[in-house]
């Protein structure tokens, strides 16, 4: 019986959050979330980094350790996505990031934390920082099919994630008045991006559902599958693999398709948005089930 509480207490914020977005996108069809995307991205993405690797008490070491474990999932996203965007005759270029990109931020961070707690957290965030170095490079390399340098220049989560990298390589503390900074952005953007979710739930729409279904199974079907073989691969055990599998499990991140609509064809937007859609509503399925095999096996 302790394992369902703790399944409940561990989503019901998450999912209660992202149904407050539901309602106010259905109070409110024309709903703006541009606000939430700016702020996630200049402020509350670095912040969340900053926070969740220095609060989680990880060392160097263990940021290493899962960054190289996050290059092998998400590398593994990529083989997967290649085969099924090949097979399925779509661009495999610029549909790829919904397949590498799992939302591991905004949803696997907070899910991670309430699992198992500021650690948790931490080796949640040295996984997520490698996809929100990715989402501010790959996903718009890809989205343009152009590699542009000052693409990366200009990403405020690309310093903040080189600031904490030295700051735990030195060991070097973060002043108290910075990390209460840090740590109201990064709750404030937690709660934000899980009510734009449920608002862009409202918004974006399914435009070919068969297809929908077939690529969101690459994303949180096959995701934790891999998660689970990196895990015995690697022999890990205890927190390490119960935040590996659930981050594994992720669905499609909602910032594929507002990169997606900045850089490429309506068509391929449509898709996108149709994956990410069509996936998060089946990881309200697949999460739970991942989440009570985390806890049940790796606690």
């Known amino acids: 019986m302790d ?3 703790k399944l409940f207490e561990v989503l019901f914020p998450v999912f209660f959050i992202v149904g407050i977005g539901i309602f106010l996108g259905k109070k409110n069809p024309n709903f703006d979330t541009s606000f939430i995307t700016t702020y996630s991205g200049n402020f509350g993405t670095p912040a969340l980094v900053i926070f969740a690797l220095t609060a989680g008490k990880v060392t160097f070491d263990v940021f290493s350790e899962f960054f190289f474990y996050g290059i092998i999932l998400l590398t593994s996203f990529g083989i997967v996505g290649l085969i099924f965007l090949f097979l399925m005759k779509k661009d495999y270029i610029r549909e790829l990031p919904t397949f590498i990109l799992p939302n591991t931020g905004n949803m696997g961070i907070p899910i991670c934390l309430f699992a198992y707690g500021e650690l948790g957290m931490g ?3 040295a996984i997520s920082s490698l996809v929100v170095l990715l989402h501010f490079t790959l996903n718009i390399f890809l989205a343009k099919r152009a590699f542009d340098f000052e693409t990366i220049f200009k990403s405020p ?3 903040a994630i080189l600031i904490t990298v030295l700051l735990l390589y030195f ?10 900074t840090v740590m109201l952005l990064a709750y404030g953007m937690i709660v934000m991006i899980l009510m734009s979710l449920g608002v862009a739930l409202t918004q974006m729409k399914v435009f070919s559902f068969k297809d929908a279904v077939i690529t969101s199974t690459g994303r949180v079907i096959l995701g934790p599958i891999i998660g689970f073989m990196v895990i015995k691969i690697f022999n890990l055990s205890g927190i390490a693999a119960g935040v590996v599998l659930i981050q594994s499990s992720m669905p499609s991140a909602i910032l594929c398709y507002l990169v997606a609509s900045m850089y490429s064809p309506k068509d391929i937007v449509d898709n996108i948005s149709s994956t990410i859609v069509v996936s998060t509503l089946m990881s309200l399925v697949t999460i739970p089930i991942t989440l009570f095999f ?4 790796f606690y």
Request: hydrophobic share 55%; net charge neutral; charged share 10%.
């Open 123 to 125: 080796i949640a965030a």
């Open 157 to 159: 989560a690309f310093y």
């Open 171 to 180: 060991e070097q503390p973060i002043p108290q008045f910075v990390m209460n």
């Open 3 to 5: 394992i369902y509480l």
């Open 294 to 297: 985390a806890l049940k096996y």
